[in-house]
């Protein structure tokens, strides 16, 4: 069974970091892309950041480029490294599993929510 | 930028059909999926590449995607059906995935 479990989230002040995590298991992990997305309370899904199998390739959204990295192991994790929190940073964020042949995201986390005070 | 629209709610009687929109440019070129997500709770897929459908989403939960506009229809709407809909999609200009709007839809 996939599973995917993120953790690291909490509350932080304006301008401070958070590393998030998301551990995966019941799949070959070092074979499918991974991507982060976000939903701030009552609002929609928001892509965050994504990157290969491999590794060798990252993607961001522009709200987000410069400020958080998303890295991965070579065994079953996924990170998220927020720094320069802003407020609208506010959010849970899930972690999901990607089928890229044809973009979309088969496995959710249940999210580790993340605010930021102002 | 890429941008896809979806209504905000749309309100169907139970045992009706739902339908509900997804736009986008020349999104009919595109792989569209398709989420459900219910309060509280992860997202989770309920059609992919357009028209196919995960094991376990019912058949009565189908996709299209033709022009500028995608489709969810869910026949026999059931109270369980309410929930928010998302369509998504990959904008291969900017390497970004790109989410609807997201729509609610009631049962009622």
Same mark, same amino acid.
């Given at each position: ?45 928001e892509w965050v950041a994504s990157i ?9 959204? /522009? ?24 407020? /609208? ?16 995201? /088969? ?12 | 930028s890429f941008e896809l629209t979806q ?31 219910? &309060?509280g709770q992860p997202p989770v897929l ?9 094991? %376990? ?5 189908? %996709? ?5 506009? &995608? ?5 026999? &709407? ?31």
């Amino acid at each position: 069974e996939v599973q995917l479990v993120e953790s690291g989230g909490g509350f932080v002040q304006r301008g401070g970091s958070l590393r998030l995590s998301c551990a995966a298991s019941g799949f070959s992990f070092s074979s499918y892309p991974m991507t982060w997305v976000r939903q701030a309370p009552g609002k929609g899904l928001e892509w965050v950041a994504s990157i290969t199998d491999g590794a060798s390739v990252v993607s961001y959204a /522009d709200s987000v480029r410069g400020r958080f990295t998303i890295s991965r192991d070579h065994k079953n994790s996924l990170y998220l490294q927020m720094n320069s929190l802003r407020a /609208d940073d506010t959010a849970v964020y899930y972690c999901a599993r990607v089928r890229a042949v044809a973009s979309y995201f /088969d496995y959710w986390g249940q999210g580790t929510l993340v605010t930021v005070s102002s | 930028s890429f941008e896809l629209t979806q209504p905000p709610s749309v309100s169907v009687s139970p045992g009706q059909t739902a339908r509900i929109t997804c736009s986008g440019d020349k999104l009919g070129d595109r792989n569209v999926c398709w989420y459900q997500q219910k &309060a509280g709770q992860p997202p989770v897929l309920i059609i992919y590449q357009n028209t196919k459908r995960p094991s %376990g989403i019912p058949e009565r939960v189908s %996709g299209s995607n033709s022009g500028n506009t &995608a489709t969810l229809t869910i026949s026999g &709407a059931q109270a369980m059906d309410e929930a928010e809909y998302y369509c998504q999609a990959w904008d291969s200009s900017t390497t970004n995935y790109v989410f609807g709007t997201g729509t609610k839809v009631t049962v009622l």
